[in-house]
C-alpha cells in the first residue's frame, strides 16, 4: 500500500511533466488505431508514437510476472493491468497534446472502454490536477475501495 508521501512525490513529477506540454491543434494530429503495445512506465507504444494517456499518472508499481503465459510476461502491476484490458485489441487515440520529447498525450480508448477512466477506476492510475472532475471522482472511489495502488490487487492481478 503507498502511503501519501512517495504519491505526492510522484504527483509533483507528473505535474511537471504536464507543464512542459506544447498544446497541439487537433486538428493537426492525426488519430492513432492500431495496436498497442503497454511500456514499463504505463505509456503506450502505438504505430511508432510513444503515447502517455490524458489526465492521469501511472505511479511506478511493483514488478511482477505472469508465469502462466509464454513467454513469460514480467512488467510493474499498473503496465500489466492496463496490457491485460487492452489484450489484443485496437487502441483508438485522439491526441491531445505533443509533448517536448515527440511524445503524445491523448484519449485512448479500447472497445468501448475509455483507458484512462479505467485505469483510474481500477486504481492504477492518479487524476491530474487539470483532468476532469470525472477523472478525480474515479479515482477517490478506487481510494475509497483500496484497489489497485490503494491496497487490494484487482482483477487477480499479483498471483504468481
Not at 80 to 107: E, H, M, Q, W, Y
Not at 115 to 122: A, R
Not at 130 to 159: C, M, N, T
Request: hydrophobic share 45%; with cysteine.
Amino acid at each position: 500500500m503507498m502511503n501519501g508521501n512517495p504519491v505526492r512525490i510522484m504527483l509533483a513529477i507528473a505535474i511537471a511533466g504536464v507543464m512542459s506540454l506544447h498544446w497541439a491543434d487537433a486538428r493537426a494530429q492525426p488519430s492513432l488505431s492500431s495496436f498497442a503495445f503497454v511500456q514499463q512506465d504505463g505509456t503506450l507504444r502505438i504505430s511508432g508514437y510513444t503515447v502517455h494517456l490524458y489526465g492521469i499518472f501511472i505511479p511506478p508499481t511493483e514488478q511482477i510476472c505472469y508465469t502462466f503465459v509464454r513467454p513469460i510476461s514480467c512488467n510493474t502491476r499498473a503496465a500489466l493491468a492496463l496490457n491485460f484490458k487492452i489484450s489484443g485489441d485496437f487502441v483508438r487515440c485522439a491526441p491531445v497534446a505533443t509533448n517536448a520529447d515527440g511524445s503524445i498525450t491523448a484519449n485512448c480508448s479500447s472497445g468501448d472502454t475509455a483507458l484512462s477512466e479505467w485505469m483510474l477506476q481500477s486504481g492504477w492510475a492518479i487524476a491530474l490536477p487539470d483532468a476532469p472532475i470525472q477523472y478525480v471522482a474515479l479515482e477517490r472511489i478506487a481510494r475509497s475501495k483500496g484497489v489497485g495502488i490503494w491496497g487490494i490487487p484487482v482483477d487477480g492481478l499479483g498471483r504468481r
